[in-house]
């Protein structure tokens, strides 16, 4: 049976890349298909994304072999099966391969880079020679495709660009992971209310949104989801409560314009309302805006739109607490803007709502009032609420119970010499049956007469719950120097809100980035102004029990924006607000980065070969079809003496 090609070349040498050409559906005989780029995703130039790939060739990138792998779909199989992998010298002439696929519908690929150790490596000994340089993957090609994305590998534990922008940048958005892998972003606020593509900040002000967009990582682009008039919101809260689709997605609270006024600004700086820097005033005066209420989207994948209907049970509220729970949300606390925006409107600060699936919403009571806060599940039906209070006076937390029964209870947690903050982030890194423990950094400290000025200089701090008793431990940083070090210290942590953490996996290490730094007693923005809007390239990984590292730089500078750990173990950063260090003005972010935190070295051990690589893309399909792979080698069965499982063969 003749078998349809799949062909690699090698492009002109002013691209300096590797090509790969799709499935031809005609019968063997030379038949090439189109050619697919693979290449290292580019860097930001200008604190800007540009559009193309890098520059940097696959051997400049230190890559000398490509492992290629291939996984088959049939027609509604969307798990596929493993098909074969090769390994492929970077340089020469690379091979034609051929592909069994007939009878099948569509093709995953796989390109991992790797290099080899240096003499001496400490780690050759325990993990082989091999180093994993970069990883991507192009998933759901038809076999019969005319044109191929092209395939951009991103380098591990860095971050690189994502090619594709999304309509209209955006802050203070959410980025909601759905089951089909894709991630729904939804509201924000925008630099104007009628031009997408103005994203320069005026007058300090800013506009809220409504649009909804979809990131699809098969093929590392952003496409707009229809909808008809969706309603405008931003920092507010979302959780996915329908798995089928169409997905069910659940938005509650946050800021909307006043009816009939979204041509007008809806936030503003000002440091002295309510502990934010950014609220619903410019000056002395207020902006036309209100809180949000609740409503459940309904997006359907099959072509990319969705409908919004209203949520009874939640009160409208801006800066709450929010938690994503299996199938559904908890909410807490916040600030009731209605109306003339009365500042002290706090009838919804002490409240707490819950929400399973698209059932009935159970209220209850946190211990003080609270806004900016953050809420995390733990365990056992626990969540923990954790700062937002209004005077520095105030208990730290409260730990809430029975989320999912009709009446959600919260006890009050004070823990000695912790921080009072508002917009912090508290990140779940580790759980058992009966206790837990949450990174909580960054945010503004809160200050007498509810303000909020810099961050704190102890932003770090680990918060473990144990049978109901809560303590704090501080973290210890590893090659970054101490917040309090002298200001003009380079390499120093600069505490931060609004920055965005997101932990990398079951048990796994967080991940921390970007924010707005201290303005007075340091003046921590990496331009010279004291921009209260000014953003950090800084990138920290926090990993158990209480270490942070400093990690490469940000592409771009960003606070308000988002990190959404996708299904192939990146994580997603979209959005956000940006003072460029060039220059040229404040600005709302539409592009986004991937940071890639699979291992250089990776976790493989050569005295164990029955432990796969766990940074393998295929890891978990090999293991469940008991084959072998270890770092830069290709999968063997050892049942048949370890010989090569499924080789991809020449043509």
Known sequence: MCLPPFTVARMPRSLRALLLATLASAACGGTKGPAIHVAIAHAAAADHCVSGMSDDSLSSAGISQVRLSFRVHGSGDPQGSFLCDRLIDVGPEPPTLKLAVNGKASLDIFAEGFRMAPA???????????????????????????????????????????????????????????PNGTVLVVGGVVASPSDPTRDGIANEELFVTGSAELYDPSTGTFHPVMEPAPGARAFHQAALIGDQPPYQVL?????????????????????????????????????????????????????????????????????????????????????????????????????????????????????????????????????????????????????????????????MVTVASTPNTWFHTATLFASTASSASVLVTGGFEVQSGAQA??????????????????????????????????????????????????????????????????????????????????????????????????????QI????????????????????????????????????????SHTTVPPYDVAQPSLNDKDDPLFLELNSLKLQRAPGELARDPSTGGGQAKPCVDL
């Open 557 to 596: 500078g960003r606070l308000g924006h988002t990190s959404t750990l996708l299904t192939d173990g990146t994580v997603l950063i979209i959005g956000g607000i940006s003072e460029p260090l060039a220059g040229g003005g404040t600005r709302v972010v539409a592009e986004a980065e991937i940071y890639n």
């Open 251 to 411: 938005l509650v609270g946050g800021i909307a314009p006043t009816a009939g006024m979204g041509a007008q600004p809806q936030l503003g700086i000002n440091t002295g309302l309510d502990g934010a820097r950014l609220v619903p005033f410019s000056g002395p005066s207020a902006l036309q805006a209100q809180a949000a209420g609740a409503e459940i989207l309904s997006f359907d994948p099959t072509n990319n739109s969705a409908t919004r209907v209203p949520v009874a049970g939640f009160l409208s509220a801006v800066f709450q607490a929010g938690a994503a729970l299996k199938n559904g949300l908890a909410v807490a606390g916040g600030n009731a803007y209605s109306g003339m925006l009365n500042n002290t409107d706090l009838t919804a600060a002490k409240s707490l709502s819950v929400m399973i699936g698209a059932g009935t919403t159970h209220q209850g009571m946190l211990s003080t009032q609270r806004t900016g806060a953050t809420m995390t599940a733990l365990y056992d039906d626990t969540a923990l609420v954790w700062g937002g209070a209004r005077t520095p006076a105030d208990p730290s937390g409260d730990l809430v119970s029975g989320l999912s029964g009709a009446a959600p209870s919260a006890t």
């Open 453 to 554: 000025l810099d961050p704190p200089l102890d932003a770090l701090r680990v918060v473990t719950v144990n049978a109901g008793a809560v303590s704090m431990t501080p973290v210890v940083l590893d090659n970054w120097a101490p917040a309090d070090a002298a200001c003009a210290a380079d390499n120093r942590y600069r505490p931060a809100g609004w920055e965005s953490a997101v932990s990398l996996g079951d048990q796994g290490p967080v991940l921390i980035t970007g924010g707005t730094p201290r303005t007075i007693a340091c003046n921590d923005c990496e331009q010279s102004p004291s921009n209260p809007l000014c953003s950090l390239h800084q990138a920290s990984l926090f990993s158990a029990p209480a270490t942070l590292s400093k990690l490469p730089a940000l």
């Open 120 to 178: 001496g490596d400490p780690d050759t000994a325990r993990a082989g020679s091999f180093r994993r340089v970069a990883m991507g993957s192009l998933t759901g090609i038809a076999v019969n495709a005319g044109t191929v994305p092209p395939l951009r590998l991103y380098p591990t534990q860095d971050f690189r660009c994502v090619d594709s922008t999304m309509s209209v940048g955006r802050a203070f958005h959410t980025a909601t992971l759905l």
